[in-house]
């Protein structure tokens, strides 16, 4: 048997060493972060296929949702992890001059070409409040929103319709106005011009009695108000 190498074993050696300098997407852990250029130093987590550590990817943009003036950002701290996506052609010229242009680097698939997106963790690292049903938006195992079809609930897995907690308050606070109004009527009612001498109570003696228990209840300083529809966690 002939140890003569084949044409297809050539080609087949020449792809091997091709794709080995061909990055797709791979985890990384990020090194440092700077909030400002929202980039980061990022060290890939695969070897490559001879077992050599990759090198740490410097100013990786990373990649928050984001549109129409709307987006969703994270603190990111050394030891958090991202997945890395190696763009197609280099993204440096496009990011400078944020218009159509040339890669300016021939180089495809490469390091040189990577995006973070702070997305993928390994399995130990698992979030502690990912929730089976509803979306949430918050801390791992602190404050966050639950969203479910019908409630929208703060701080709790067990979300409380914030749509229902607003019709509450607003009877409440119905029912506030009209009690004051009530009052201004009282009192209204409870005085008429007294001449020269000053109001004087219209309805008698039993009146001018109820009126003055009344005005000495309200108090003199703010009250307290506690209510079990207006609340913060």
């Known amino acids: 048997m002939s140890d003569t190498p ?23 852990r990020v090194e440092s972060y ?7 130093d990022v060290k890939p987590m695969v070897l490559d ?17 984001r549109g129409g003036g709307g987006f969703l950002s994270f603190p990111l701290v050394s030891g958090d ?13 496009w990011r400078a001059k944020a218009a159509e242009t040339a890669p300016g680097d021939v180089r495809r698939h490469h390091l040189t070409a990577a995006v973070a ?19 949430v938006l918050g801390v ?13 609930g703060l701080g709790s897995a067990a979300p409380v319709s914030s749509v229902a907690k607003a019709i509450a308050t607003d009877a409440e606070v119905a029912k506030l106005k009209a009690d004051i109004t009530a009052l ?24 001018a009695s109820a009126f003055t228990s ?20």
Do not use: M
């Open 140 to 152: 791992d195992a602190g404050p966050q929103i639950h969203v479910t079809p019908t409630t929208v």
């Open 117 to 135: 997106l702070p997305c993928l963790y390994p399995s130990a690292r698992a979030l502690v409040s990912a929730h089976a049903t509803n979306v």
């Open 184 to 207: 201004k009527v009282a009192i209204a009612a409870g005085f008429t011009a007294g001449g020269g001498s000053g109001p004087a109570y219209a309805g008698g003696a039993a009146q």
């Open 6 to 28: 084949t044409l297809a074993d050539v080609f087949s050696e020449i792809l091997t060493e091709a794709l080995e300098s061909v990055h797709t997407a791979l985890p990384g």
């Open 34 to 40: 700077d909030s400002a250029t929202q980039t980061a």
């Open 214 to 233: 009344a005005a000495a209840a309200i108090p003199s300083a703010a009250a307290t108000v506690a209510s079990s529809v207006v609340f913060s966690d």
């Open 81 to 93: 992890f991202v997945f890395v996506i190696c763009s197609e052609a280099s993204l440096d010229q």
């Open 49 to 65: 296929p001879d077992g050599t550590p990759l090198p740490v990817l410097p100013n990786v943009p990373v990649a928050f949702q």
